[in-house]
């Protein structure tokens, strides 16, 4: 079968939904330079390719290992932190760590995107590599539930948002036609970054030589030294050059800001993405505990069936941006969501012996890739070019929400049941039911967009 290519427009919707900013709708005069200026420069558009745009998305990739593969070992630290250090409170309250974690990430991302729009990636990743680095450092030397509370749960996750968010909206500013292979190849760093950071955290806690503080220390020098990569290879597109001065009011700019929850197809997107990202994540959070509970694997199994997942969700993140370029980006998001969706009720529920919680890890892994690899593929792909930062930190700030919100709900659920094997058959079937849900809204938001069903959009 072949796939039609959407007819394109000058911000790549397919049907023209948005248009770029024409200059006689904005009131321009030589003389007019005050703070309310938004500069301009040509631009001939996105090169797809070149010795910038792949050093570019090497740099990607470090941020991408540094973050949201940091934020795949939070595991590890939840499983310490209860049987070690903070001993005295209960997993809920221990959980706010990882919780706050995951939910920064996330809610920064409008911030973050309307700064990386005005100032490019580079002043921003270098605040989020201090943060990042000055977190890790500081709870290395938490004893109190506080100190690791602010130190990795607020100062580390903050600088987490400053590193992931501009990185992949600095890769949408490089690529246009090969933009899924680009974002896949950047996001398969949170997929060994989520191989490698659970296992080295583990040995080196467990390690009398080295504990708990070591590994944090040993893991902020890890993540500083491919930050530095990072910094020098992860460059803006646009160089400073001659530039033509547009005056914009005040009024124009909150327009602009306010714009995508006025555009129908983009608040259905944000809608689907709300619920599918409880359906995708619920797994994941509970992967190891579903196992050690239900399937009655070891402790040290539990910790390797995460490795696994990550390290088949590499092969689906890449797999999925290359071929989102092929067939299309919205149409790979919602058939991988559905897909996944039917693996967790078909492979989930079963999964109550070793090998198959193994065969689940690896379906689920590979197919859920596809999530994180085109989590910003699709705004951008509907997005003027000068706004792809702040609308894909948008999708951000929207999906922090259930990124904070997942774990109580899924504990909420396990909960209430009569017995553990009906909580975790809940939890299954809330996790297949949701990424179902959220997929086709998906598709709703991807038909609102583009009529054509076979065109590659």
């Not at 893991?219 to 990569?229: N, P, T, Y």
């Not at 919602?334 to 079963?350: D, F, K, M, N, R």
């Not at 297949?432 to 991807?446: C, D």
């Amino acid at each position: 079968m072949s796939f039609e290519k959407a007819a394109p427009t000058d911000t790549d919707t397919g049907e023209g939904v948005f248009q770029s900013p024409d200059e006689s709708q904005l009131s321009q005069g030589p003389d007019n330079k005050s703070d309310n200026e938004v500069q301009l420069q040509a631009d001939s558009g996105p090169p797809d390719g070149g010795t910038g745009a792949w050093l570019a998305v090497l740099g990607a990739w470090c941020c991408s290992f540094n973050s949201f593969g940091w934020m795949n070992s939070v595991g590890v630290f939840q499983s310490y932190y209860e049987f070690g250090p903070l001993k005295d409170y209960d997993s809920s309250t221990i959980s706010w760590i990882p919780s706050l974690e995951i939910f920064f990430l996330f809610f920064l991302g409008p911030a973050v995107g309307f700064l990386f729009d005005k100032y490019g990636p580079t002043p921003l990743i270098l605040v989020g590599t201090f943060l990042h680095v000055f977190g890790l450092m500081m709870a290395s030397l938490a004893t109190e539930y506080y100190q690791f509370l602010l130190a990795q749960g607020v100062c580390s996750a903050i600088g987490l948002s400053f590193l992931y968010s501009p990185a992949i909206s600095t890769i949408a500013t490089w690529f246009q036609k090969k933009r899924g292979l680009a974002m896949g190849v950047m996001v398969t760093g949170s997929s060994i970054g989520g191989v490698v950071f659970p296992i080295m955290i583990n040995r080196l806690i467990q390690n009398p030589s080295t504990g708990y503080p070591w590994a944090m220390r040993i893991a902020a020098f890890l993540i500083l030294a491919l930050q530095i990569v990072a910094i020098f290879t992860l460059r803006p597109r646009t160089a400073p050059g001659p530039k033509k001065t547009v005056a914009v009011s005040n009024a124009g700019r909150a327009a602009t800001l306010a714009a995508p929850f006025k555009e129908f197809p983009f608040v259905v997107m944000l809608v689907g993405m709300f619920i599918l990202m409880y359906g995708i994540f619920i797994p994941v959070n509970y992967l190891a505990l579903q196992a050690l509970e239900e399937a009655h694997v070891s402790e040290s199994m539990s910790l390797y069936l995460v490795a696994i997942f990550n390290g088949a969700s590499l092969f689906g993140r890449l797999g999925s941006g290359y071929w989102s370029d092929i067939a299309g980006r919205w149409n790979v998001f919602v058939l991988a969501g559905a897909t996944s969706g039917i693996v967790e009720l078909a492979l989930w529920i079963p999964a109550t012996y070793q090998s198959a919680a193994i065969g689940f890890a690896v379906t689920f892994g590979f197919l859920s890739g596809a999530f994180v690899s085109l989590l910003a593929a699709l705004p951008a792909s509907v997005s003027p070019l000068p706004q792809i930062g702040y609308r894909i930190g948008v999708v951000m700030l929207v999906l922090s929400v259930p990124a904070l919100t997942m774990a109580p709900i899924g504990g909420r659920i396990l909960q209430s049941a009569s017995s553990v094997e009906n909580g975790w058959l809940h939890v299954k079937i809330f996790g297949g039911v949701m990424s179902l849900a959220g997929s086709a809204v998906v598709f709703y938001a991807r038909v609102l967009y583009s009529k054509k069903f076979w065109a590659a959009f």
